[in-house]
């Protein structure tokens, strides 16, 4: 298995444009999560899928920030529009169960100017 | 209080040392102990995953957990320059039907030739 493929690795926007974030779970994985790491707050859980339905957004810091799972294999994070303080790396993990073994893409570096 | 603190460092050691890395936690409902280790520009993979108080080996690695403390460790033994990333310790809790970890903000870990 290829693993959790996220895309694009790098990302440099300029405020007030539209960001949107691709990640392919492993397939058989039923969680899908999205994470953003900061130096400053660490690892923050965004939101997480099961069977393509979300679960828990309440990690999701406002309005500007969507996601969707539309199919098992395929998941978009959404920010619109993009602010300076939303640049930080953007992490998709997936897993079997819920409980911790999570299994993470390489990340989007996202930079907004 | 953060409810999982882990000292950032970075801490720096010789080729060869006995590293301990740590983490305290302040819910005493943890149940599930987890670290990851993260490469410089990659996502965090999962390294050790035990449940409740003990040991767990793994070739050089010795995850521990002392539940009474709140604190939980990870030796490496023999260290080696490819040991060379950031560590972050998770946990997480069936009680309250969450599940879903908590994680640490990483200490750097440098292992030098």
């Known amino acids: 298995d290829a693993g959790v493929i996220q895309s694009p690795r790098h990302e440099v926007t300029e405020m007030g444009q539209e960001v949107t974030l691709r990640c392919k779970p492993i397939s058989g994985h039923d969680y899908l999560f999205w994470y953003r790491q900061t130096m400053m707050r660490g690892l923050e859980l965004l939101i997480y899928?099961?069977?393509?339905?979300?679960?828990?957004d309440s990690g999701m810091p406002e309005d500007r920030f969507s996601a969707k799972m539309p199919n098992a294999s395929f998941s978009t994070l959404k920010i619109q529009p993009s602010e300076p303080r939303d640049s930080a790396v953007y992490f998709c993990?997936?897993?079997?169960?819920?409980?911790?073994?999570?299994?993470f893409g390489s990340g989007t570096r996202l930079t907004v100017v | 209080q953060k409810e999982v603190e882990q000292d950032p460092g970075p801490l720096s050691v010789p080729e060869g040392a006995i590293v301990s890395l740590n983490c305290t936690y302040s819910n005493s409902a943890f149940q599930y102990f987890m670290w990851y280790r993260q490469y410089s520009r990659k996502g965090p993979e999962l390294l050790m995953y035990?449940?409740?108080?003990g040991n767990k080996e793994d070739g050089r690695f010795t995850a521990q957990v002392d539940k009474s403390s709140k604190y939980i460790s990870l030796f490496i033994r023999d260290s080696q320059p490819s040991d060379s990333a950031t560590y972050l310790c998770a946990m997480s809790t069936t009680s309250g039907g969450s599940y879903i970890p908590t994680f640490g903000r990483g200490t750097s870990l440098i292992v030098h030739p």
């Open positions: 993990a997936s897993s079997i169960d819920r409980g911790g073994g999570y299994t």
């Open positions: 899928f099961n069977n393509n339905v979300p679960i828990d």
């Open positions: 035990t449940y409740s108080s």
